[in-house]
């Protein structure tokens, strides 16, 4: 049981940087940037290559300047060649598959042996015990989240939040809308990366496939997150994708334990929980206008 | 400080849709000058400011400010030196930010180094929002933690103005900026951009669709028609003129009556 728990807990701060990039280009930039799936696979393969070759450190910016590319292709083909930006991503994704295929040798997956990893390395030193995995995985998601967080509230950082908010704003600004959209969609691009190649470190695998749904996912823990903790400010949405994400993975973990939900049919659940979170408004507003023409109706009816 | 040379704009050019926006205007502004414009409907007065401001590059003619050729310049750099506000109050703030947070993006945008991406906002600077809020007399300097989408129409086009003057800009545009405001809220917020004006000098571009303040308000009165400046009175001429003496003299320029349904009811 305990194991269980800190897989959950270890996942769950991993894959948390996803949702930390969706929290990036999709809350803040509103932009749905479906670059996310073939940019954590990207970031895995860079980084779970490089540690074949023995560099298991450099293998980390490696993957987020990886993922920064990625994302400033999908920002360059939406913001100068006026590409539609969900297509953008998709084109982008789709372009990922191959590049992640070279990245990894031209091979379906990859994996480690007994090289060193930046987990096996940091067990070596003894700190944590049993539970070194969740705190390196914890602490390079705090610091990215503290480090996104100090971001946001410098100039630049203002600015694509601006750009996110009131497009007419900053278009009678200084604002440079290109540039906004394109810096924020490579941050946003270069956590995904480091997601993957932080999950390519600790599972010793990279797979061409180990992205699929990846973006859903991150939202479903962001919007997890986002209703337990509240939306607002730019702290409160670090704090809550870290406690979605690790919420997420309790989740699962519970369903794969107690197997309430058929674990193949658990990308489907996810998928609805998603929609409907984010439907949730346009289904309150609708429900409020049946609600009122209900009343009306029989305040006519009661008058006659 | 201002220079439209000649200026000319068709939109959708060779089609049924052909509109000739601006034609063949010109205009000259002193740094100082502050001028008031009305015009019918559809008269370019709104295509002006967006060509000042750079939404589109014209077809023809050239913009100088400041002595500056700005004629390609695109709009997001010229808006370094531009103050720009709009008839609807929910264009010129982001409403999800906090009211320091939007100060601080024009601040930090106007002021000191373009190139300081990563500067933050000092308790310095915070303590300039609260006193510049405190001035706007709306006790918005007590919720400067506070989205700006909690704000009302009126409280939303004060901080604007008060965001596009905060580092004085060398040329302030208003477009209708009270028009979309109930009577009183519309009274302050002029008050307070005639206050600031004169308070730092600006130079300063008004459209307006009420008679008696294009006479009143500033040092000139221009009219528009048809894509170019009709009339543009100022000095002794300007002193003593009525709304009947400004609607003859359009008259006698155009060969016919104004016509903005806007002016006429009101």
């Keep these: ?304 | 400080m201002l220079e439209l040379n000649n200026l000319s704009m068709t939109f959708n050019p060779g089609t049924v849709n052909e509109k000739k926006a601006l034609n063949h205007l010109s205009l000259k502004l002193e740094a100082g000058d502050f001028a008031a414009i009305v015009g019918s409907n559809g008269a370019g007065k709104s295509t002006m400011f967006n060509a000042i401001a750079g939404d589109f590059f014209p077809d023809e003619g050239y913009i100088t400010l400041d002595g500056k050729d700005i004629t390609y310049l695109p709009g997001y750099r010229r808006s370094r030196e531009l103050g720009r506000l709009f008839q609807d109050p929910m264009r010129g703030t982001a409403p999800h930010m906090t009211i320091e947070e939007n100060m601080a993006l024009a601040y930090l945008r106007a002021g000191r180094s373009q190139r300081a991406y990563f500067s933050r906002v000092s308790r310095k600077d915070k303590e300039l929002f609260r006193e510049q809020l405190s001035r706007l007399d709306m006790g918005l300097e007590d919720r400067m933690k506070q989205p700006v989408g909690l704000l009302s129409g009126g409280q939303r086009q004060a901080l604007t103005l008060l965001m596009a003057t905060m580092v004085p800009p060398k040329l302030l545009l208003l477009d209708e900026h009270t028009a979309a405001l109930d009577p009183a809220t519309a009274e302050k917020v002029l008050r307070l951009t005639r206050e600031i004006v004169e308070r730092d000098h600006l130079t300063c571009l008004m459209i307006t669709h009420n008679m008696h303040q294009a006479l009143e308000l500033g040092n000139r009165t221009l009219m528009m028609d048809s894509g170019r400046i009709v009339l543009d009175v100022k000095g002794e001429e300007r002193r003593g003129m009525t709304v009947d003496d400004l609607l003859r003299r359009f008259r006698e320029n155009v060969g016919k009556g104004l016509d903005n349904d806007r002016i006429l009811l009101s």
Excluded at chain 1, 113 to 131: A, E, H, M, N, Y
Excluded at chain 1, 152 to 169: E, F, Q, Y
């Design chain 1, 1 to 304: 049981m305990l194991y269980v728990a800190q897989t959950a807990l270890e996942l769950g701060f991993q894959y948390a940087l996803v949702a930390m990039a969706l929290f990036l280009s999709y809350r803040v930039l509103d932009i749905a940037d479906m670059t996310t799936d073939g940019c954590f696979v990207l970031g895995c393969a860079v980084s779970v290559t490089l540690t074949a070759a023995g560099h298991p450190f450099l293998a980390i910016p490696a993957a987020m300047l990886a993922g920064a590319c990625a994302g400033f292709v999908t920002a360059f083909l939406q913001t100068k060649l006026g590409v539609p930006s969900i297509l953008a991503g998709i084109i982008t994704n789709t372009g990922l598959y191959t590049i992640n295929l070279m990245a990894m040798g031209w091979k379906a997956n990859q994996s480690l042996l007994k090289q060193d990893t930046i987990f096996t390395l940091f067990r070596s030193t003894g700190i944590g015990g049993d539970w070194y995995a969740i705190i390196l995985s914890g602490g390079i998601t705090v610091l990215m989240g503290v480090l996104l967080v100090l971001f946001l509230n410098t100039r630049l950082g203002l600015s694509i939040r601006a750009t996110g908010d009131n497009r007419d704003m900053v278009r009678a600004s200084s604002i440079n809308p290109t540039f906004t959209i394109t810096t924020g969609l490579c941050l946003a691009n270069a956590l995904t990366g480091l997601s993957g190649a932080v999950v390519g470190q600790a599972q010793k695998t990279a797979d061409i496939n180990g992205g699929t749904g990846i973006v859903v996912i991150g939202l479903a823990c962001l919007i997890i997150g986002e209703t337990i903790v509240g939306r607002g400010a730019m702290f409160r949405g670090a704090i809550a994708v870290i406690l979605g994400s690790i919420l997420y993975r309790f989740i699962y973990a519970i369903v794969l334990y107690t197997k309430v939900v058929p674990v193949d049919c658990l990308k489907l659940v996810t998928a609805i929980v998603v929609a409907l979170a984010i439907a949730t408004p346009a289904l309150k507003s609708w429900a409020a206008l049946q609600n009122r023409k209900r009343r009306a109706m029989a305040e006519r009816k009661g008058a006659r």
